[in-house]
């Protein structure tokens, strides 16, 4: 472990940071203050238990894939990213570099981790995905269900400058009447989606199975 001692040092009173050694035998032999401060959940320090304590159950494969490799590569740093118990019934993202140790007769020793919490990042990178997700949606509805009610709606006003007969004119109304009326839901809707917040029913995608469900009846 000496040749970690200045990183850990470092590090020690780091509140971002986690520095961590797992020993052959898959306990932690070092823990940082940071990292018994977030995962020990007030259950005093991890040092000597097993590594997966702190694991949502799926990422313990992930250490076992991760720890092979990083004594098949000496020197070389393995990412990993890891789900950490919240304490809260939920978890944290934390990602991860490993290194493997060995001791003075190069030996293998344990792997050295150092890693972060990166749960923030994620939820606006997911978030950041979800709005350009809707905004292509939204794109495509105005591009092509708005198109439809209002080349109608064109049209029919054209239409009117021809006609002669009054039933012809009521019928022409009529027909002006309901692609307005679609258009004025699929803009409704578009505001809906352009405000709507994580959960709430997609209305634009209903309103458009409608609207194709109504097209094919007439």
Same mark, same amino acid.
């Given at each position: ?8 040092? @470092? &590090? ?8 961590? !050694? ?5 306990? =932690? ?9 977030? @995962? ?7 040092? $000597? ?19 092979? /490799?990083?004594?098949?590569?000496? $020197?070389? &740093? ?27 007769? $190069?030996?293998? %020793? ?5 890693? =972060? ?30 198109? /439809? ?5 064109? $049209? ?7 006609? %002669?007969? =009054? ?8 027909? &002006?009447?309901?692609? !307005?009326? %679609? ?10 989606? !352009? ?22 009846? /007439?």
């Amino acid at each position: 472990m000496h040749r970690y001692s200045q990183i850990n040092a @470092f &590090l020690h009173t780091s509140k971002l940071f986690y520095t961590i !050694a797992i020993g052959m035998d898959s306990t =932690y032999i070092f823990v940082s203050p940071n990292y018994d401060r977030n @995962f020990s959940l007030g259950k005093g320090t991890l040092k $000597g238990q097993h590594f997966s304590v702190t694991l949502h159950p799926d990422d313990i494969k992930v250490c076992e894939a991760v720890g092979p /490799k990083c004594f098949a590569a000496p $020197g070389r &740093l393995f990412p990993a990213t890891l789900r950490k118990h919240d304490g809260k019934g939920g978890f944290v993202i934390t990602q991860w570099e490993m290194q493997a140790l060995f001791d003075a007769n $190069g030996q293998p %020793e344990g792997i050295f981790c150092i890693g =972060y919490n990166i749960t923030q990042f994620i939820d606006t990178q997911n978030k950041l995905e979800q709005a350009a997700s809707d905004l292509d949606e939204i794109g495509y509805i105005q591009s092509h269900g708005v198109r /439809k009610p209002l080349a109608n709606i064109v $049209g029919i006003i054209e239409l009117m400058d021809s006609v %002669e007969g =009054y039933e012809d004119y009521q019928h022409l109304t009529r027909m &002006l009447k309901s692609s !307005a009326g %679609e258009l004025d839901e699929i803009i409704r809707d578009i505001s809906d989606k !352009a405000t709507a917040k994580p959960g709430k029913p997609n209305k634009l995608i209903e309103t458009l199975k409608k609207l194709g469900r109504s097209n094919k009846r /007439k």
